[in-house]
């Protein structure tokens, strides 16, 4: 089962972008969901997450520029970019962890390439 990634693409420096990813219905009790992101010849880190209740946490370097938010109600998970810069490249994976019988579902990966 794989969550659904959509909205990366080309944009310029100091441009935006939103990405969103869905969890197919059958994925039941979310907890945790977030966005990782990997660049060429470099380990997946984690972007942003965001709690059941709410609580969003970000990595250092997106503070202030990237937004994580979610509606339980449709199961989304959404990451709006904003002041993209070029070391912001990369393949962007959602994922969602589950509180019953605890497992962790991710999307397929979407690229998000930042260039004049």
């Known amino acids: 089962v794989q969550l659904q990634a959509s909205g990366g693409g080309l944009v310029q420096p100091g441009g935006s972008l939103r990405l969103s990813c869905a969890v197919p219905?059958?994925?039941?009790?979310?907890?945790?969901m977030g966005w990782y992101r990997q660049a060429p010849g470099k380990q997946r880190d984690l972007v942003a997450t965001?709690?059941?209740?709410?609580?969003?946490e970000y990595k250092d370097s997106v503070k202030g520029r990237f937004i994580i938010s979610r509606d339980s109600a449709k199961s989304t998970v959404n990451l709006q970019m904003n002041s993209l810069k070029p070391e912001d490249t990369a393949v962007y994976f959602c994922y969602a962890r589950t509180v019953v019988n605890p497992m962790v579902y991710w999307g397929q990966g979407t690229q998000v390439t930042v260039s004049s």
């Open positions: 965001i709690s059941e209740g709410g609580t969003a």
């Open positions: 219905p059958r994925i039941f009790s979310i907890g945790a």
